[in-house]
Protein backbone atom coordinates (compact mmCIF):
# COMPACT_ATOMS: atom_id res chain seq x y z
CA UNK A 1 0.00 0.00 0.00
CA UNK A 2 1.26 3.50 -0.93
CA UNK A 3 0.24 6.42 0.80
CA UNK A 4 0.76 10.36 -1.07
CA UNK A 5 0.59 13.50 0.49
CA UNK A 6 0.96 16.70 -2.06
CA UNK A 7 2.45 20.02 -1.01
CA UNK A 8 3.31 23.08 -2.88
CA UNK A 9 0.67 24.69 -4.34
CA UNK A 10 -0.80 28.11 -3.58
CA UNK A 11 -1.56 31.05 -5.77
CA UNK A 12 0.37 32.34 -8.76
CA UNK A 13 0.16 35.06 -11.25
CA UNK A 14 -0.18 34.22 -14.96
CA UNK A 15 3.00 33.51 -16.43
CA UNK A 16 4.75 32.20 -13.55
CA UNK A 17 5.83 28.96 -12.14
CA UNK A 18 4.97 26.40 -9.08
CA UNK A 19 6.53 22.97 -8.31
CA UNK A 20 4.34 20.36 -6.31
CA UNK A 21 5.65 17.93 -4.64
CA UNK A 22 4.07 14.16 -3.78
CA UNK A 23 5.42 12.32 -0.73
CA UNK A 24 5.05 8.56 -0.66
CA UNK A 25 5.22 6.32 2.26
CA UNK A 26 6.16 2.81 1.96
CA UNK A 27 9.01 0.75 0.56
CA UNK A 28 7.74 -0.05 -2.90
CA UNK A 29 7.39 3.22 -4.22
CA UNK A 30 9.12 2.21 -7.33
CA UNK A 31 6.71 -0.26 -8.44
CA UNK A 32 4.10 2.06 -9.23
CA UNK A 33 3.66 4.82 -12.13
CA UNK A 34 3.19 7.90 -10.47
CA UNK A 35 0.16 10.21 -12.54
CA UNK A 36 -0.85 13.85 -11.86
CA UNK A 37 -4.62 14.71 -12.07
CA UNK A 38 -6.23 17.56 -11.74
CA UNK A 39 -9.46 18.91 -10.97
CA UNK A 40 -11.56 22.45 -11.04
CA UNK A 41 -15.02 22.57 -10.05
CA UNK A 42 -17.68 21.74 -11.75
CA UNK A 43 -15.33 19.76 -13.80
CA UNK A 44 -14.44 15.95 -14.10
CA UNK A 45 -10.76 15.55 -13.16
CA UNK A 46 -8.46 15.38 -16.04
CA UNK A 47 -5.22 13.75 -16.22
CA UNK A 48 -2.42 15.86 -16.13
CA UNK A 49 0.60 13.36 -16.71
CA UNK A 50 2.07 10.22 -15.70
CA UNK A 51 5.86 9.06 -15.22
CA UNK A 52 7.23 5.11 -15.19
CA UNK A 53 8.91 3.25 -12.82
CA UNK A 54 12.11 4.08 -13.29
CA UNK A 55 11.36 7.64 -14.71
CA UNK A 56 12.67 7.24 -17.93
CA UNK A 57 9.35 7.84 -19.43
CA UNK A 58 6.87 10.40 -19.00
CA UNK A 59 3.35 11.09 -20.81
CA UNK A 60 1.30 14.47 -21.05
CA UNK A 61 -1.93 15.52 -21.67
CA UNK A 62 -2.30 18.06 -24.09
CA UNK A 63 -3.27 20.84 -22.17
CA UNK A 64 -0.17 21.22 -20.54
CA UNK A 65 2.11 19.33 -23.11
CA UNK A 66 5.28 21.72 -23.44
CA UNK A 67 4.37 23.21 -20.16
CA UNK A 68 4.23 20.64 -17.35
CA UNK A 69 7.22 18.41 -16.49
CA UNK A 70 7.43 15.45 -14.34
CA UNK A 71 10.01 13.54 -12.37
CA UNK A 72 10.74 11.33 -9.63
CA UNK A 73 13.30 10.23 -6.96
CA UNK A 74 12.66 6.66 -5.92
CA UNK A 75 15.22 7.07 -3.26
CA UNK A 76 13.51 10.06 -1.75
CA UNK A 77 9.96 8.19 -2.62
CA UNK A 78 9.00 11.44 -4.00
CA UNK A 79 7.75 13.08 -7.67
CA UNK A 80 7.75 16.14 -8.80
CA UNK A 81 4.84 18.49 -10.74
CA UNK A 82 7.01 21.55 -12.37
CA UNK A 83 4.30 23.81 -13.62
CA UNK A 84 5.31 26.63 -16.13
CA UNK A 85 3.83 29.61 -17.97
CA UNK A 86 0.69 28.58 -15.74
CA UNK A 87 -2.21 30.09 -16.99
CA UNK A 88 -5.65 30.76 -15.03
CA UNK A 89 -7.24 27.92 -16.55
CA UNK A 90 -4.52 25.54 -14.75
CA UNK A 91 -6.33 26.76 -11.88
CA UNK A 92 -7.36 23.53 -10.20
CA UNK A 93 -6.63 20.58 -7.34
CA UNK A 94 -3.53 18.75 -8.37
CA UNK A 95 -3.60 15.05 -6.99
CA UNK A 96 -0.75 12.96 -7.25
CA UNK A 97 -1.75 9.07 -7.49
CA UNK A 98 -0.30 5.92 -8.07
CA UNK A 99 -0.69 2.98 -10.58
CA UNK A 100 1.18 -0.08 -11.06
CA UNK A 101 0.04 -0.48 -14.87
CA UNK A 102 0.32 2.60 -17.51
CA UNK A 103 -2.56 4.19 -17.48
CA UNK A 104 -4.66 7.85 -17.93
CA UNK A 105 -7.79 7.33 -16.89
CA UNK A 106 -8.57 8.29 -12.81
CA UNK A 107 -9.84 4.59 -12.33
CA UNK A 108 -6.73 2.85 -13.20
CA UNK A 109 -4.95 4.77 -10.43
CA UNK A 110 -5.05 3.28 -6.77
CA UNK A 111 -3.58 5.19 -4.29
CA UNK A 112 -4.39 9.15 -4.39
CA UNK A 113 -3.23 11.65 -2.44
CA UNK A 114 -5.83 14.48 -1.02
CA UNK A 115 -4.88 17.10 -3.21
CA UNK A 116 -3.35 20.69 -3.06
CA UNK A 117 -4.60 23.86 -4.29
CA UNK A 118 -3.29 26.13 -7.21
CA UNK A 119 -4.65 28.77 -8.62
CA UNK A 120 -3.48 31.14 -11.10
CA UNK A 121 -4.35 34.72 -11.04
CA UNK A 122 -4.85 36.75 -14.50
Known amino acids: QVQLVESGGGLVQAGGSLRLSCAAS????????MGWFRQAPGKEREFVGR????????FYGDSVKGRFTISRENAKNAVYLQMNSLKPEDTAVYYC???????????????WGQGTQVVVSS
Open 51 to 58: ITWSGDST
Open 97 to 111: AASLGLGSIPSGYAY
Open 26 to 33: GRTFSRYV
